[in-house]
């Protein structure tokens, strides 16, 4: 991409009311732009980093058999009222609509009910199962207060997944695949070893679910971490009678506080039931589904990667989740043109800086936009045959091989 | 991808409720799911026919250098009151909610106003323009009908294109861009032989607008097709006055019905004036922005394409649209043997039937499903070291060699 031919540009200030680091830098660097409080656009580069996140999502589910689907934000009440979930009551985040000619309609939190109400069409015996299915879909949640940017939306991007099983068995065992799944993606996409499955409160038909946790000054939830364990456990559960559980000692614990970047749930029969998803059996007997759900807040995802790798410098993107490999700035004439001939046949990895403007503008841009690998090209380079490469992320500065780059 | 893995069952009959035909078939061969009438749920097979769409539409807008986006739903009703447009009176068919803590929000029909008001934060110079900018989206409209099944939808797919120039000549060369790589589109999704760009009423700022209206015998509005002047005209501008303009004759032309497939506009200030778009021109005076806006209904795309080639056994996709090109059977032991080892490494092209079915429902599955090309691997077709090849479109058969096949 040509940073001369796009539209965005960095903005010097952030907006004043976006108080959280990750929707100022974003802001700032042209990824995101705040419709209100909790609902943002994703611009160009924006959108990328939100692909490139899919794109790792997806292939660790595909490679579990998991099938992509793409349901429907506005969500018939009468569905919801089976499980007592479209009561405000119930769940008081959501927003809620008027039908011309009547009816009322809710925007989506989840998606529980539709996908399980859904499948009663295609689950009638054992042979329909086990299978799982996910989609990347856009809930809607009415909160009070959103001012964490991207890390709390009103609106915002959640890959779901769903699973359905005849047996509990196969549902533990697929779920320790979404779990070794969950490790690699977490891991892929730079948060690997800041990411903790974590024990929180189960609901009613588990004793625990299991949170992803991302440790982060700035995470909502305070988390208690054991180290010599690797054990972390969501204050909601940091009690006397769970730790003896574990057989843990309170004083083994560190205080932290974690963003959820994604949960898992053995949901057994908590919507199969109410919503009579079942299926007839090897010995013709009719029985309930067993299921469960496993959540990735992928913008949310995106704004904890800005909060945890950031500097003073700007944003720092982990490669494989980076809108662009490279930030290309060419300096004098030869360096200018041997940077055009360099763009030519990569315009999918270079974020080239050909903007007439001075060079330490657009250092400080490719420091703000927070690509992996400066490359700069200039006569002074080309007089060793090569190209002068910083990393963001160490600042390291070392001299490659023209004919090397871009490989 | 393998059916005997996936969820997804064709079903014998159509809902009783969807009479429309591309509803019927898309819904019957299980692309997808309704929620209520007007919304609608993408099932596997669904989702990668919308994805092939968005990607040959993708691929031509971003040859002419536009720049995707992704907007919200949840719409600030400040914006649209800058145009009037907030008002139920001026646009019926708004879905709108409320904001925890007060205030009412909009699900947005259409993008103009924050686009434009997004824009100010970007364009200041003449320098900054001209660009483009798309999006895919969904749309939320509140229509009191919505019986088309994916024609019309209350929730659906669109994209949006924006352009923003400093001058008409620079609009008006844009658009003709924009005419080129419509025609483009249309022709490889397989409909170029049925739709034309058709004049329509052109609202305040231009005598005409340009709609695409592919012809359709459930399409919802009236045309007039002039053949010898390759002329369309939509009903509401079908008048002597504008007859003689193009110095036609009334008589020399068709009625036909068409369905709507995309529109493009040429707004000049329409939005940029009321939302103050405006930029300092070479000459240091403040000009206003100049902008033109397209759009194409994705999902309502799949239904012409649907409805244009379905016949009495099922849905006909062309190929570039198709969700899978081969359909692929293997019969008796050693055919289905050598079909396992050909779907190794064409997942993504092959839906390979490995369920335990007769033949007969598994030719009747592929022909409802309307995947391109039905390929048969039996101990008689393996005797001659081919496969037996059926066009789903022409119903022609032919043997192909083994290794000429997926390649």
Known sequence: MRLSQTFIKTLREAPK???????????????????????????????????????????ELNKLGCEEVLMSALQNAEIWEKTGRFSDQEVDIWFKTELSGGGILGLA??????????????VTSYKDLPFSVY???????????????????REFLMKDLYSFHTQEEDLDKFYTKVEEAYARIFERVGLGDSTYKTFASGGIFSKFSHEYQTLLP???????YNADKSLVLNKEVFEDEVLKEFGADRADFTEDTGAEVGNIFKLKFKYSEPLGLKFVDEDNKQQTVYMGCYGIGVSRLMGVIAEKYADEKGL?????????????????????????????????EILFDDRDLRVGEKFADAELMGIPYRVVISDKTLGAGSAEVTERLTGETSLVKIEKLFN
């Open 218 to 224: 700035v995470g909502e939830d305070t988390v208690y």
């Open 109 to 122: 939190p989840t998606h529980e009910e539709p996908m399980v109400n859904m499948m009663r069409k295609y």
């Open 316 to 348: 720092v993107w982990p490669e494989m989740v980076a809108p662009f490999k490279y930030y290309l700035v060419g300096i004098g004439e030869a360096g200018l043109k041997r940077a055009e001939e360099l763009y030519t046949g990569h315009e999918d």
């Open 17 to 59: 009311d976006e108080t959280a680091k990750n929707g100022a830098l974003l802001t700032r660097a042209g990824y995101i732009h705040k419709e209100m409080a909790g609902v943002y656009d994703y611009l160009p580069l924006g959108l990328r980093v939100i692909n490139n996140l899919e794109n790792i999502i997806r292939d």
């Open 135 to 153: 989609q990347f879909q856009n809930k809607f949640r009415n909160e009070l207060r959103a001012k964490s940017g991207i890390l709390r939306g």
